[in-house]
């Protein structure tokens, strides 16, 4: 990350969080800070992500520490490469480096060892209850649990049984290992959980040296503490399971000074859904075009869409750190996204639904070039130039033959400005058999060229057009939210939340390269589709409107 990255985070937002930290530096308990992002590579990552993301990378840089980026595949299946490159391209995307990119199936033999410690003090023990029965057995969160009956076997007996759970003796589901505690905790996790099960799968790390793979909450800890991870910075639904962190490290007993587990609210955001199973089957089901679809909450789809990485590390700074979860409205991104957008790209001339506009006093076949500029706001992007000549289109909302009251555009015998060129009255109305109108016939000032008119008369209406014989025709892609609520109130596909049409844009256009930005001049925000545009095709999504409906 650049300095001014670095610097950026240096004036990051103070958060709960941050207090600890500031607290645990003040007290000597540490001198560094060191965090860790810890994905799961069973799906691409997602706007909640991205929060979790920018805080424990942000953290570490501002701080002067390290983060690692630690793939949790303790489950034993087959890792997918796809979630893994498209995970790394995320956190490079939002412009963040690890320090170590680690896998917690690294630490297999620390984390059997820990076990093994933990049988030998007699503080976990092999179980041959099943699903359904330790169920039954763990009690409610009003009644205790009971003992199971294999809970009180010697430490022989258990260190032979997990020898034999190891060695393939047993199969799945015949044997776990279970951390010893209090079957009458209030903390249901604290009821002798699973600390080890049988699973006779291939992993993508080890191959098939493990047929037993530890449960998260076990290893989670002891890979933190391996790393030297001090803060270990985690979503809210992790609170409860807190006390079996500290009991992991404590009782393994490695560690004199273990890293601490801190909770905050994870991102809900209105009109999205962020839940890798339900996204997977919006993919698997052909609702959405893949992961990256730019309607996908998830990094590679909201990069695609066309929203900036300044704009979501911005985002992500302004809701803060909460320890409450809450739902923030999705039209406070989209701010951020237009608050970054709208000093950054230029401006174009693009219409929709085209009405032809046939200047009837202008030379025929004569071309010039008007001068406009490129960001109204910021002068430093310079101007353009853009052709005019006798036959040009203007935007279908830019004409009402007959006009409602304070419509000031272009309507039979109004007189509006042509952007950058002239003053245009509509003289008109050319229609086809069906009724439809063919074109417009139009006069021009030829003294009002790029400004007011020399007799003083004002208009109240300036609108764009595009040069008919070098206009470019282009694809867009209309994207609206992806979840909607149904009349019960319930978060639903939207089916409705992409339309496909086409335009004309101006000839610059044609320059344009996939992931290239433009306001599409008094329309909106608009991306080069990445993976759709090509030389001989543009294809352009819609990012953000001009207009925000956020209030801070």
Known sequence: MSNEKTNEYKEMRGNFIHDIIDNDLETGKWDHIATRFPPEPNGYLHIGHAKSLCLNFGTALKYGGTCNLRYDDTNPVK???????????DVHWLGFQWNKRLWASDYFDQMYEAAVSLIQKGKAYVCHLTAE????????????????????RSVEENMELFRRMKDGEFGDGEAVLRAKIDMASPNINMRDPIIYRVAHVTHHNTGDKWCIYPMYDFAHPIEDAIEGITHSICTLEFEDHRPLYDWVLQEVGLWPNPPRQI?????????????KRYLKRMVDEGHVDGWDDPRMPTIAGIRRRGYTPEAVRAFCDEIGVAKANSTVDIAQLEAAVRDDLQDKVPAVHVVTNPIKVVITNYPEGQIEMCTVENNRKVPELGEREVPFGRELWIDGDDFMEVPVKKYFRLFPGNEVRFKGAYYITCNEVIKNEDG???ELHCTYDPETRGGDAPDGRKVKGTIHFVEASTAVRIRIREYDYMMIEDEEGNSVFNEDSLRDTWGYAEPSIKEAKPEDRFQFFRKGYYIADRKLTTEDEKVFNSIVGLKSSWKK
């Open 79 to 89: 890792e997918d490469t796809e979630y893994v490159d498209a995970i790394e391209e």
């Open 133 to 152: 029965q330790m169920k039954e057995y763990r009690g409610t969160l009003t009644e205790p649990g009971k003992e199971s009956p294999y809970r009180n």
């Open 263 to 275: 909770e905050f609210a994870r991102l809900n955001i209105t009109h999205t859904l962020m839940s």
């Open 436 to 438: 439809s109108i063919r």
